[in-house]
T-cell receptor
């Protein structure tokens, strides 16, 4: 297994455009998480899935953000009408629900820059 | 809302020195994890502690979970330039949010040769 894969690694977009990021978790992991991290800060929780069900969504997440995990495999995170404040590293992680004490495996992230 | 406060935020030391990073909260966590993150990469898990008072050692790194499961510390002995990075503590939630992690703001460690 090659770990958690995120694409693209970098994305530069103009304000007002829509962007979509993809995350491919470790195949046997049924939990998938999205976090956002700004420079010099720890990751902030956005949302997570168990299989295809979205179990929790942060109140920080405006209605411009949507995430899906069809068939409980890969996940996509879409941001509509991007704003400069959306510029951040978007991290995806996966875990086994019964082994969460084993920690997350993170991907390398997608760095979004909104100009 | 569960919050984790890490201190110090920045640490700049010489090779061979010892250091301790602290992670404190007013909330009880089901588990506490420490991660290390390199620039441009995702965090990598170092250790998980789940029992109050638990101590774990990973080579020159010693991790401790407070008795009340509200705080933790990371101690590095004889730091090396390869230890440079962002260190993050993360607390595991319980109940309906089981598995969700709350991260501290991180400690940026620089070890000079």
């Amino acid at each position: 297994d090659t770990g958690v894969s995120q694409n693209p690694r970098h994305k530069i977009t103009k304000r007002g455009q829509n962007v979509t990021f993809r995350c491919d978790p470790i195949s046997e992991h049924n939990r998938l998480y999205w976090y956002r991290q700004t420079l010099g800060q720890g990751p902030e929780f956005l949302t997570y899935f168990q299989n295809e069900a979205q179990l929790e969504k942060s109140r920080l997440l405006s209605d411009r953000f949507s995430a899906e995990r069809p068939k409980g495999s890969f996940s996509t995170l879409e941001i509509q009408r991007t704003e400069q404040g959306d510029s951040a590293m978007y991290l995806c992680a996966s875990s086994l629900s019964v082994k969460t004490s084993y920690g997350y495996t993170f991907g390398s992230g997608t760095r979004l820059t909104v100009v | 809302t569960q919050l984790l406060e890490q201190s110090p935020q920045f640490l700049s030391i010489q090779e061979g020195e010892n250091l301790t990073v602290y992670c404190n909260s007013s909330s009880v966590f089901s588990s506490l994890q420490w991660y290390r993150q390199e620039p441009g990469e995702g965090p990598v898990l170092l250790v998980t502690v789940v029992t109050g008072g638990e101590v774990k050692k990973l080579k020159r790194l010693t991790f401790q979970f407070g008795d009340a499961r509200k705080d933790s510390s990371l101690h590095i002995t004889a730091a090396q330039p390869g230890d440079t990075g962002l260190y993050l503590c993360a607390g595991g939630a319980g109940g309906t949010s089981y598995g969700k992690l709350t991260f501290g703001q991180g400690t940026i460690l620089t070890v000079h040769p």
